[in-house]
């Protein structure tokens, strides 16, 4: 069991996602923290504490969307797993799409899980509660350094 | 005289001086080395024309290669327009699903009249995005097709009546088969229209009347005509083409649920194996669904045990 609060980095451009993914994880029983950023490239600069996120916290794990802007999900998922200091951190993959490729190019990526984002909202609630019951609750987690 | 010719006389008579042999002889001989010539000249005739032609095949092979490239291409270029579309479509339907569902979550007092709205707004989201599944579907009857391999429909018919077995339990159904040959196809597309076609005569059955099907099949000329015989509601004549076309339907959802796909689905599958589907029927009086396939390299329903195999396969028993 993890007693800290948990810190998550969100990687997710879709407002209306961010939204129904931060009340879910607020509503859990554990604590944990959300940080969103819409871009790859932001993602990096926090994740680097570079840029404005000199004072970032380091996650304690990564839910990731595919289809971003500028620097696209899977190119991030692949510069965060051959970084040897990032890619300790678990990343779930949270994504539109269904397509075989894209789950198996995840995978190559390294990526933790792959999890297709469900059309119905219980059902996408239910995955976010997954999610933390899993990778907080039941997952060990790498400790921070 | 001609090489050919010369050689023989040597061999066979001595000399090759023709003045030293009779009239007679002389005048067999010419005629024989005119035979000769003529033989070369037609071998030449013969080669000259082999050669335009195998340069034609050549030319021919190029450019049927060349129509196979780009094909291929314009393939890959619209499953990728079709899948990205999906995808693309599919997005913001989602977003308007979903919020629209947190919407009546968060507002309890909404009265019988509100309930309503959000409900006919959740159905066309939900139909919305059926129909852009089945879009996606129909458009992949050309770009995943597989190649052709010989495919036994017996085995295919009762993987399906496998697969269909719940429905046609519920609706109390028999569906019985005659003999089948096997053919040409892609198996998986060829299931699919097994399925859809099966389905639908258990689906479309009458009020009272628990569903009857049978498939049979004969060898017209160069191909297998297949029939497809139930015993339901029936189709009035002169919507016979229409339902072929592309969700277009003939009851309402309620009525039946489906998109109207199905056939459209079928229709294609089976023109791109080369055949062509139409139907038979009269309202009240079940349908005969006909499609045909292409006879080819297939082999016919000889065998007398799988004679004995085939036949009831009734909802419940395999």
């Not at chain 2, 024309?49 to 050549?58: A, G, V």
Request: net charge negative; proline share 4%; hydrophobic share 40%.
């Amino acid at each position: 069991m993890n007693n800290h609060t948990v810190e998550i980095l969100l990687v997710e451009d879709n407002p209306g996602d961010v939204r129904l993914t931060r009340e879910t994880f607020k509503d859990s029983k554990l604590a944990n923290r959300l940080h969103v950023v819409g871009n790859g490239e932001e993602a990096l600069t926090f994740l680097r504490h570079a840029g404005q996120y000199t004072d970032a916290i380091r996650p304690d794990l990564i839910v990731l969307d595919l289809n971003l802007p500028k620097k696209d999900g899977r190119e991030l998922l692949a510069e965060i797993k051959t970084d040897a200091d990032l890619r300790r951190i678990p990343v779930v993959v949270l994504t539109t799409s269904k397509a075989e490729q894209d789950i198996l190019k995840a995978y190559d990526l390294h990526a933790n899980c792959y999890i297709t984002k469900p059309i119905d909202l219980d059902q996408f609630i239910t995955v976010v509660k997954s999610i933390e019951n899993f990778w907080l609750q039941i997952v060990k987690l790498p400790t921070a350094h | 005289m001609h090489k050919l010719l010369q050689r023989q006389v040597k061999s066979h008579l001595g000399g090759e001086d023709l003045d030293a042999f009779p009239e007679a002889w002389k005048r067999l001989l010419a005629s024989v080395n005119e035979a000769y010539e003529q033989v070369d000249a037609d071998r030449l005739l013969l080669e000259r024309s082999l050669e335009l032609t195998s340069q034609e095949l050549i030319q021919r092979n190029k450019e049927l290669r060349r129509q196979a490239e780009e094909l291929a291409r314009s393939n890959a270029d619209l499953e990728q327009f079709a899948y990205v579309a999906s995808h693309d479509l599919q997005e913001p339907l989602r977003m308007v699903g979903i919020y629209t569902q947190l919407f009546t979550r968060r507002y309890h007092h909404l009265d019988a009249d509100a309930e309503e709205c959000i409900g006919y707004v959740l159905e066309g989201v939900q139909r919305m995005q059926l129909l852009i599944e089945d879009l996606l579907a129909y458009s992949r009857v050309g770009t995943r097709g597989q190649a052709f391999a010989p495919t036994d429909c017996q085995a295919t018919v009762s993987r399906v009546l496998a697969n269909l077995q719940a429905a046609i339990q519920e609706a109390g159904g028999v569906v019985t088969f005659d003999p089948l040959p096997t053919v040409m196809s892609d198996v998986v597309q060829l299931t699919q229209v097994f399925q859809n076609l099966i389905g639908n005569a258990i689906k479309f059955h009458r009020k009272d009347e628990p569903p009857r099907v049978h498939l049979s099949v004969v060898r017209k000329g160069a191909e297998w005509v297949f029939a497809v015989r139930d015993n339901g509601i029936g189709i009035d004549p002169k919507y016979a083409d229409r339902i072929f076309v592309i969700f277009q339907r003939l009851h309402t959802r309620a009525e039946y649920p489906g998109t109207g796909i199905g056939l459209a689905i079928c229709k294609k599958i089976v023109e791109r194996h080369g055949g062509r589907m139409w139907l038979d029927s009269r309202p009240g009086d079940g349908t005969t669904f006909y499609f045909t396939i292409p006879a080819g390299m297939s082999a016919p329903p000889a065998e007398r045990s799988r004679a004995e195999q085939a036949g009831q396969q009734r909802g419940g028993a395999a």
